[in-house]
């Protein structure tokens, strides 16, 4: 990932949380129904109601923090290119 640039590392983020809210989506609402004493259910237009929302709000927030990492990463470490001990301590495997 440190080769990408920050708009990279945006879209793989929010494809990341794409596929993270789309699996995880049953789970929440079967949380949430247990909480609620409402009843079990495999019915699929109940178990991802609101997933847009969800999409929404996971790929906004995944891809601004991808997006954020790979600039303060770039701004910490520098030129990844350059060979490791030319470069700052944390960026150099021990």
Do not use: H
């Not at 129904?33 to 019915?43: D, E, K, R, W, Y």
């Not at 790929?59 to 910490?76: C, E, I, N, R």
């Amino acid at each position: 990932m440190q080769n990408l640039t920050e708009g990279e590392n945006m879209a793989l983020g929010a494809s990341a949380a794409f596929v993270e809210a789309v699996i995880l989506q049953p789970t929440i609402y079967w949380k949430n129904a247990a909480q609620q004493g409402l009843p079990f259910t495999m019915n699929p237009s109940i178990l991802y109601r609101g997933l847009g929302a969800a999409l929404c709000n996971e790929m906004g927030q995944m891809a601004v923090q991808f997006g954020t990492t790979s600039w303060v990463q770039k701004l910490v470490v520098g030129d990844t290119k350059a060979a490791c001990w030319q470069r700052p301590w944390p960026s150099c495997p021990r």
